[in-house]
C-alpha cells in the first residue's frame, strides 16, 4: 500500500531557474517544482502545498515556525506517514535543526534542496526531491527526527552542515557522517540518535546573537550586545573553547546582566569543552557561568538557545538543555 506524504514547498534554488540573458538566478513567477506530484504517483500518494516562496537567506526563524505550524495543523485534519519540504540550501540545516527541536512526531520529516535551478544544466532538485520521498516512506526513518536528503545520503538535522559554496555534494556531517544511503533500489538507514529533545514554542519574542571569536578580539562587541537589549549570545570559540583575555570582560557583563553566553568551537570537528585554565581559557569561561554546546555548530546553537527561552509554560535549565 502506498504511502500518504505531505508535500511542502518554500522555495530556494529547487524553485529558481537561471536567466540566460543575465546569468542571474531568481525566483519564478509560479515554482517550477509545483505539480510534479504525478511524477511522484509511483512512490506515494502526495499532497502538495507552498508554505512560501523564498530564497533561503530570507528565511527567519519566524518562518521556520511558521513552517512547523503548518506541519501540526495539517497533521490534525489529515493522516500523513511522512512530510517532505523543499528549501533553499543557504539555511536548510537551521530549519532543519528548528523542526528538529520544535516537532514530536515518529514519522519522518525529510527535508531536500538542490544546487543547481531547475532549468540548469544537471538540475538535481528534482531528484533529491525523489529521493526525499522514497526517504519518508521508508519505515527505517521513522523515529530518527528531521532528516535531510541530498545527492544519494540521508543526514540527521543535528549535524548536517553546507560545506560548499557550489558542489551538489556540499551537505557534510563533519566527524559523524550520514546515517544512511539512497541506492536504486534500497533506503539503507544504518544508525539512529541516541536521544531526541523537543520543546514548545508559539512564539519568538527573545532575540540571540552569534560572534565569530577571533585573534585579537575586542570585548566591546559583546558590551553592544548587552546596549542593544540582546537575551542571549552565543560565541564560536577558538580550539575547545578559548576567547582572547580582551573578551572577558565583555563577557561577564553579560553574565551580570543575566544575559546568557553559550560557547562553541569554531571547528569543524570535535567538542568544545572546559579544559583551558588560563585567562580567557574555556575552564575560567564555564566558572564565570559559560554554557558549553555539545556538538553542534554556532548556528545550530543560537536556534538552540532561542527556542529554549522563548519555551512555553516553564523556563528551560539552559546548562542542562545543551549539555
Known sequence: MKKNILLIHTG???????NNETGSVLPSDSNPIMGLSSSLDQYANITELEAFNLPSPHITPNEMLQLRNLIVDSTKTNQFDGIVITHGTDTLE?????????????????????M??????GADGVYN???????????????????????????????????STSSVNTFQ????????LITKKLVHIHQSP???????????EKRVAMLKVY???????????????????VLEGLGQGNVPPKVVDGIAKLLDAKVPVVLVSRCFNGIAEPVYGY???????EDMGVIFATGISGQKARLKLLIGLNQVNKPVDLKEFFN
Do not use: W
Request: with cysteine; hydrophobic share 40%; proline share 4%.
Open 12 to 18: 530556494g534554488t529547487i524553485s529558481m531557474q537561471i
Open 94 to 114: 537551521e530549519t532543519a535543526y528548528f523542526l528538529d527541536l520544535t516537532t514530536n512526531f515518529d514519522f519522518p520529516i525529510v527535508l531536500t534542496g538542490a
Open 116 to 121: 543547481r535551478s531547475s532549468n540548469e544544466l
Open 129 to 163: 526531491l525523489v529521493e526525499a520521498v522514497r526517504v519518508a516512506c521508508s519505515e527505517d526513518a521513522s523515529k530518527k527526527g528531521v532528516l535531510v536528503v541530498m545527492n544519494d545520503e540521508i543526514h540527521q538535522a543535528f549535524n548536517i552542515t553546507k560545506t
Open 173 to 180: 556531517s563533519p566527524q559523524y557522517g550520514p546515517i544512511g
Open 194 to 204: 541516541i536521544k531526541r529533545r523537543f520543546v514548545e514554542v508559539k512564539s519568538l
Open 215 to 233: 585573534a585579537g578580539m575586542e570585548g566591546d562587541l559583546l558590551e553592544s550586545i548587552l546596549q542593544l537589549k540582546y537575551d542571549g549570545v
Open 279 to 285: 585567562p580567557g581559557g574555556g575552564k575560567m569561561l
